[in-house]
T-cell receptor
Framework: DQQVKQNSPSLSVQEGRISILNCDYTNSMFDYFLWYKKYPAEGPTFLISISSIKDKNEDGRFTVFLNKSAKHLSLHIVPSQPGDSAVYFCAASWGDYKLSFGAGTTVTVRA | ETGVTQTPRHLVMGMTNKKSLKCEQHLGHNAMYWYKQSAKKPLELMFVYNFKEQTENNSVPSRFSPECPNSSHLFLHLHTLQPEDSALYLC???????????????FGSGTRLTVV
């Protein structure tokens, strides 16, 4: 049972424009949501997180939005840069030490 | 060396072989994890260790056997694997429950396993 879903396997965006990545979840018990970035041949690295009691968190070019009623979160990258080309995973925290991950979205930033 | 280190980076093994994956973290974290990443699929949690004690076994087949001798080291012993077990195996660590929620895990670079 996949509790965290990323329905777009890929996204292509022009350099300087906004990248919007989406994630849906089903479990109301999730209390934190996180985004990870992964380059080929490397492990995922933590990008940004948001508590379930908030609806927005911003860190530089990265902003995460949470809509609890819709069980939806999104990651905005503005402006997109070539180094942002990677696979992005959405994750949700629940219970003790557990994270559930989505399948990932591959972002390609075009020059 | 800092972070989470996994060895080997690549492994090819036959179905009758026995091999082990190693993970080491130098972050002083209390919890360690094994995840499996298959192509186009979400990361699948396999095992969780908290203060060296296994707290989660996510219905993993017995041909995968974890070992955690101390809070800094984690092993995954492999025997009689199947070709469908070919995947990227990721080790991760986290400080504590709250750290996991806020900052997630610190991942290693993974071991790319191919079973032939």
């Amino acid at each position: 049972d996949q509790q965290v879903k990323q329905n777009s396997p890929s996204l292509s965006v022009q350099e300087g424009r906004i990248s919007i990545l989406n994630c849906d979840y089903t479990n109301s018990m999730f209390d934190y949501f996180l985004w990870y970035k992964k380059y080929p041949a490397e492990g995922p690295t933590f990008l940004i997180s948001i508590s379930s009691i908030k609806d927005k968190n911003e860190d530089g070019r990265f902003t995460v939005f949470l809509n609890k009623s819709a069980k939806h979160l999104s990651l905005h990258i503005v402006p997109s840069q070539p180094g942002d080309s990677a696979v992005y995973f959405c994750a949700a925290s629940w219970g003790d030490y557990k994270l559930s991950f989505g399948a990932g979205t591959t972002v390609t930033v075009r020059a | 060396e800092t972070g989470v280190t996994q060895t080997p980076r690549h492994l090819v093994m036959g179905m009758t072989n026995k091999k082990s994956l190693k993970c080491e973290q130098h972050l002083g974290h209390n919890a360690m994890y094994w995840y499996k990443q298959s192509a186009k699929k979400p990361l699948e949690l396999m095992f969780v260790y908290n203060f060296k004690e296994q707290t989660e076994n996510n219905s993993v087949p017995s041909r995968f056997s974890p070992e955690c001798p101390n809070s800094s080291h984690l092993f995954l012993h492999l025997h009689t694997l199947q070709p469908e077990d070919s995947a990227l195996y990721l080790c991760a660590s986290s400080q504590d429950r709250r750290g996991t929620a806020f900052y997630g895990y610190t991942f290693g670079s993974g071991t790319r396993l191919t079973v032939v």
